[in-house]
């Protein structure tokens, strides 16, 4: 129970953080509230509008962008209002919600693993207000990654973690079975990490490893960390048994784990086309 407890939480903090899920931000437009949540993350090719949950059609509405890290001017462009269908199997099925209306504005789809910053504008009866000009907000772009990869790649990471919890809990008790947890582990997070997870990255960003020898990336990178501390606890528990190596595995994957998906991910370099990675440019900017 206690394991099943780590990883549900787990699975919230990562679905409710790092720099790629919406931004919630509250807006006062002709004295009413609007929590609005701002795209950060972008599929290639999905025509998904940049949105303002704004439900009068009596305003008028702006978005200002431009490359990220670039000295390019910003672009404004208009949003409209109107309704727009949902294609969402769970919302239109599960939840009959078929279309949705609000104020869109469209941007043109820049090159997996690009990003573009933006603000906006919104004039109501009370006159035009700019906001997040001083904090732009970032937006990601990424292929598409098929259902069938995605899925059983997000499965097999949070499968592992649980398995990996399990292990973790038994070997301070020094259960006889946390052995046995301890290479189910490895290989779910072999699955899950070492297999899909380039997989999905190829799809996503066109390129399958971007982490250590090859370049930087903290998604890569911290996959990696926490595998080579599964495959050291496997190993030293094959003839012998030494849980602390289990425990130490388990606490380090919880670490891994706590990092904010896609935090310091891969990244394009405007100028060159290249991939990059953000946390090098910590130093360099």
């Known amino acids: 129970m206690i394991a099943i407890v780590i990883t549900l939480a787990a699975a919230i903090y990562q679905r409710t953080t790092g720099p790629t899920y919406h931004k919630k931000f509250d807006i006062d437009v002709n004295g009413q509230t609007y929590k609005l949540d701002l795209v950060r993350s972008i599929e290639i090719g999905s025509n998904d509008p940049f949105k303002l949950d704004i439900d009068d059609a009596s305003i008028e509405a702006r978005l200002l962008w431009k490359r990220y890290l670039t000295n390019d001017d910003y672009t404004a462009v208009d949003f409209a209002y109107k309704q727009k269908p949902v294609d969402s199997f769970i919302m239109n099925k599960i939840f009959g919600i078929t279309e949705e209306q609000g104020w869109f504005a469209d941007v043109p789809d820049q090159p997996a693993a ?14 035009t207000k700019t906001y997040l000009q001083n904090e732009p907000i970032v937006v990601r772009f990424k292929g598409a990654v098929p259902t069938y990869i995605l899925t059983p790649h997000i499965f097999f990471m949070f ?60 998604t890569d990178n911290k996959t990696l960390i926490a595998f080579l501390f599964w495959l050291l606890a496997f190993a030293m528990n094959r003839n012998k048994e030494r849980p602390v190596y289990t425990v130490v595995a388990a606490v380090v994957m919880l670490l891994v784990y706590s990092i904010p998906h896609s935090m310091y991910g891969s990244e394009l370099d405007p100028e060159t086309g290249e991939i990059i990675q953000g946390w090098i440019q910590l130093y360099l900017f």
């Open 114 to 127: 690009g990003k573009i910053q933006y603000y906006f504008e919104v004039t109501d009866n009370n006159g």
């Open 159 to 218: 499968f592992a973690m649980l398995l990996g919890n399990l292990a973790g809990i038994m070997a301070i008790f020094k259960h006889n079975r946390y052995k046995f947890y301890t290479t189910l582990t490895i290989i779910s997070f072999f699955i899950g990490g070492m297999i899909l997870g380039p997989i999905v990255q190829l799809y996503a960003f066109g390129e399958a490893w971007a982490g250590v020898p090859f370049a930087w990336d903290l």
